[in-house]
């Protein structure tokens, strides 16, 4: 296959239906409905005031059937090659399919009083909508689902934690995934609370060519036009959008997709040490036949990698514009599918891995017993209690061992002098203070919000389908 990238090839089954919405083709598409919805606005506007004539209920309903074809597009983009500009051979287009359905008397309306801009802006805003709520937001409700099941069905398993990568105070297998869980509970929080702007301003973002078009008071016309189509209008504009709010979705996207790496990176780990292992793809090596590889957790760290790089690098540009606007930013949009395509393939990994672990609770409670060092915290906090001043000198003194057996440690309270039944009963198993309480704290409460993201994307499901008719 003659493709550049290997989501068009590789993984493409793996993102069925997401070049359907995220390719140029659509875009071409979204193009096209908002300038049908802005003649059918304009139309409307211009009757009022007895401009032009009103339009039919049957007119109407012919007008809002456009649709572009296959060869609708292949003009298009014939049509741009001979004019140089995308949207003005879209335009082109558009009045010959006016034509073909009897409406030709409108199509001096196509376009009036817009800039290219105008159109793109509302266009892009229109495939970042269908991008964030029927693929990256589902999928990472998914993942986060996997999570909270795991958070909730090892909450009480005791682990050993490692903090610069030494032996540390225990914790849980559940309550560590719950940390991941409520970080992506937390990014999905703010994807689903985040607006779209969008604008129809004019070249420069004056407004100036609608003064030639009629009496009216176009900045609210026009910010209504703008609101019914679900974005949030920009009260002010250069030719372009300001760029903020597109750069801060996607700079939350980008910094989701770094926490999915930490969850990765984490769990590579886990599974290097022996504390998990996994079902699904035995993918292996060449050479060495007892290989078992983690290919779906490292091709997910890959992918995720590689869309977060480029969508806050993408941020970061986006961010300036020479004057009223240059044209660096549209080449750099039109990446934007593909950028949150590979995060979207990322997060599916991730969601493949993460639903096959099984915990090795053997190898987990063999760690522990190798390491009853890391008990010092409680000696020293209980002695402390116990009123010894000079608690956590005498700890470091008899506990800064590379590892210590159950025997050692019990010596060590002995040599303390301390005969306390807490301590005498303590073991790196049972040492994990409330960690299975905040794991399903963590699991309940990312439920209920996971819960909201659905019912958003539901919501915003519905109101996309009705733009696009």
């Known amino acids: 296959m003659d493709v550049l990238s290997p989501l068009d090839a590789r993984y493409r089954n793996e993102l069925r239906g997401y070049h359907e919405i995220a390719s140029e083709e659509a875009f071409i598409m979204y193009r096209a409905r908002v300038e ?7 139309i409307d506007k211009l009757s009022s005031i007895g401009l032009v004539r009103p ?22 983009r014939k049509l741009e090659d001979e004019l140089g500009h995308d949207v003005k051979a879209l335009e082109y287009v558009l009045r010959g399919r006016l034509k073909a359905i009897g409406l030709e008397h409108y199509a001096h309306l196509l376009h009036l009083g817009l800039t290219s801009e105008d159109v793109n802006n509302l266009a892009m805003g229109i495939m970042l909508r269908r991008v964030l709520y029927e693929y990256l937001i589902p999928s990472l409700v998914d993942l986060g689902k996997v999570l909270i099941a795991l958070s909730s069905k090892y909450a009480d398993t005791p682990m050993l934690a490692r903090t610069h990568g030494q032996p540390a105070t ?37 407004m100036a060519s609608f003064t030639m078009i009629a009496q009216l008071d176009w900045p609210r016309e026009l910010m209504n036009f703008v609101s019914s189509l679900g974005f949030e209008p920009a009260p002010v504009s250069t030719q372009i959008l300001p760029p903020d709010n597109l750069t801060h979705i996607l700079a939350v996207i980008g910094l989701t997709s770094y926490s999915l790496i930490n969850l990765a990176q984490d769990m590579w780990m886990y599974s290097m040490l022996g504390y998990v292992r996994f079902r699904g793809r035995a993918i292996g090596s060449s050479t060495m036949p007892h290989k078992v590889n983690p290919v779906d957790l490292e091709n997910a760290e890959g992918n995720l990698k590689l869309g977060s790089s480029i969508l806050m690098e993408v941020s970061k540009i986006l961010q300036s514009s020479r004057l009223q606007r240059d044209l660096s930013d549209s080449t750099i949009k039109r990446n934007l599918g593909l950028a949150v395509g590979y995060v979207i393939l990322g997060s599916k990994r991730l969601k493949k891995f993460m639903e096959g672990i099984e915990v090795d609770e053997g190898a ?8 009853w060092e890391v008990l010092s ?6 002695l402390r209690v116990l009123g010894q001043a000079d608690a956590y000198e005498k700890s470091l003194r008899l506990f800064r061992a590379p590892r210590m057996s159950m025997g050692d440690y019990l010596n060590a309270i002995k040599e303390l002098g301390v005969d306390d039944k807490l301590l005498m009963n303590l073991s790196p198993s049972n040492y994990t203070g409330y960690a299975s309480v ?21 919501r915003e499901r519905e109101a996309i389908l009705s733009i696009l008719g």
Do not use: M
Not at 36 to 42: G, T, V
């Open 170 to 206: 225990p914790t849980t297998f559940g309550k560590e995934i719950a940390y991941h869980t409520y970080r992506l509970c937390s990014w999905v929080n703010s994807l689903i609370n985040l607006k779209i702007n969008g604008k129809v301003a004019g070249a420069s973002g004056s």
């Open 36 to 42: 049908l919805l802005y003649l059918e606005f304009l």
């Open 364 to 371: 987990l409670i063999n760690d522990l017993n190798n390491h």
């Open 55 to 76: 339009i039919s209920d049957e007119e109407r309903q012919r007008l809002r059937g456009i649709r572009l074809s296959s060869d609708d597009i292949s003009e298009v």
């Open 377 to 382: 915290e409680a000696v020293q906090v209980r």
């Open 438 to 458: 905040i794991a399903r704290n963590i699991a309940e409460s990312c439920s209920q919000l996971l819960n909201k993201a659905e019912e958003t994307c539901a």
